[in-house]
């Protein structure tokens, strides 16, 4: 029998919960944790999976997933490879994965993702943006050229990469990556 011929689709719950293991392999290697009465202000920006239970007024990048609790609030863009929002987000998301709001969360402006669900019960006002698979890869070709702990704002491969995003656009003189010998 040919594997697949008769399996079943699988059901949102299903696809939910792999959603679900997946962030929660990223959020295991390391997360950094933004307790409930915290805030934060201008740029944090980390390799690691980040789960924000506070405030933020800024922007926030991570290389991995970015958690938005419940009782969170961000003012300001969010930069991540995969976006869980269940607080409340004055701001753009631009994801280079998945961005999943659930019930209860509240997106206030754009939303630029290759993929995109939200729960019955979450409150958009937003306009969502599908990126395209030959913009995405060159939307991660970009990323790997961030560097932790660069002023973001000043960083081409940052301008660059929120241009695509915008845009949906990609530039042909596109700035070879320096190799290890070259750093």
């Not at 290389?63 to 995969?82: F, H, M, P, S, Y």
Request: aromatic share 4%; with cysteine; net charge negative.
């Amino acid at each position: 029998m040919t594997a697949g011929l008769f399996s079943k689709k699988k059901s949102n719950n299903e696809s939910d919960l792999e959603l679900e293991a997946s962030a929660s392999n990223l959020i295991r290697t390391a997360p950094i944790i933004i307790p409930e009465d915290t805030l934060i202000e201008g740029c944090f920006s980390s390799k690691n999976s980040i789960r924000i239970e506070g405030h933020l007024n800024g922007v926030l990048y991570s290389k991995q997933v970015v958690t938005i609790d419940d009782r969170a609030l961000i003012n300001g863009n969010i930069v991540a490879a995969e976006v869980i929002v269940s607080g409340k987000i004055n701001g753009n998301i631009y994801c280079l994965g998945k961005v999943l709001i659930k019930n209860g969360g509240e997106v206030d402006g754009n939303v630029y993702s290759p993929r995109f669900q939200n729960d019955e019960g979450s409150n958009l006002t937003s306009n969502i943006s599908i990126i395209n698979n030959s913009v995405s890869q060159e939307l991660i070709v970009y990323n790997e050229d961030i560097t932790i702990g660069a002023n973001l704002a000043e960083t081409e491969a940052y301008k660059t990469l929120i241009n695509i995003f915008e845009t949906g656009k990609v530039k042909n003189s596109r700035v070879p990556r320096k190799t290890e010998n070259e750093q």
